[in-house]
């Protein structure tokens, strides 16, 4: 899944909550339904001197996967509470309606035709996971509801040509070559076990890697999908102590790595570890214990902390929420920040009025060099960000720390 050295995220906090899975939950399909204002905003019943506007978040709020769908919700919300006097001055009252879609693409799909049928939402922010994301899509795009996601990387969601589509962060086309060229000229592997949780995120990224090493000539020993939430990965594990491969790279999620690294170093694999952006939660180290250290992942996530702004932001974050960002908070805050961009030029266009959701479909579209807290964001014909990059972290003894740009 970006960025200027401007744009995102410490693993080190951010692992303390980050990609482009599949869990369960036990929310209703409408994840709530209820409208939750962001904190400084004013909320309730619409009052005669405002019109209330809904902006939507989609992500997992309960099951395995929830710290980080939570961390996507509470960065929407603090974008909408930033705004939200300006819209007032407006006539206008943002509201943020999160949505609980458990990773689970049935209940994401279901989420989305609720929101449809909701007049009052404009924008979706979301999704976590780019299995959930694509057939929400279909949805968003029927109703011509924008959505612009934080966090998905799968290339396929933007190549289908929707209007309503768009994301800030890097697709797996860009961070698959990166990580395969960090992982032969800076990690010296010579022969790679290519591994994959067979979702549409985890898949994606490994058959995008397996093309970038196949290009560099690195040596492929193995090819293997697993299935996400079991708890015993001794099959694969013992393929990898067999053939002995310099990288294991995993296209999945932290829990699956955890117990898949955990289990390879009880029986003695020496290799090392590496993914993208799904590996990114400082839970890994609650799963794999000691076995975690040295597992690296290419992420659309920077270094935030190392930046003055960066820093106050998430001292903001705790202050409000008493907890650390997730990974992807801050692209959910900036995400939602171009929503709120291109909702009011919208209501502009409008002569002050409230606009279609054609008409905010259109503009956040349009939208071009618009300087978030963390990234600048122009989006192409696609809805894909060009100024979206790859970072490298690797996991140290607690935490995870920033290698820089993959490019470099």
Known sequence: MNKKNKLFFLSTLLVGALVTGCGAGNSSSTGGGSSTPAPSANSGSESAATTVIKIATQSPLSGPQSLEGEGIKLGAQMAVADRAEDFKK???EIQLFPQDDQADPK????????????QDVMAVIGHYNTGVAIPSSVKYEEGQLAMISPANTGVELTEAGKKTVNRLVARNDQIAPA????????MGVTSVYLAHDK????????DEVRKAFQDLGVTELGYEGITAGEKDYSAIVNQLVAKKPDLVFFGGMYAEMGIIAKQA?????????????GLESADIYKIAGPAAEGIVYATVVSDIRSQEQGQKWIEKFKESFKKDPGAFSPFAYDATLVALNGLEKAIQ???GKKPTREQVMNAIRATNEFSGLF?????DEKGDNKHSQVYIYQYGKDKA????????
């Open 90 to 92: 407006l006539g206008f």
């Open 107 to 118: 209940i994401g799909v279901s989420n989305a035709e609720m929101l449809i049928s909701d």
């Open 179 to 186: 990580a395969a060229k960090y992982a032969k000229e800076k």
């Open 199 to 206: 979702t549409a995120y985890g898949q994606g990224l490994t």
């Open 265 to 277: 170093r009880d029986k003695g694999f020496a290799g090392k570890f590496m993914g993208g952006e």
């Open 349 to 351: 266009e409008n002569g």
């Open 375 to 379: 990234t600048k964001v122009t989006f």
């Open 401 to 408: 720390e920033f290698m820089g740009d993959a490019g470099n």
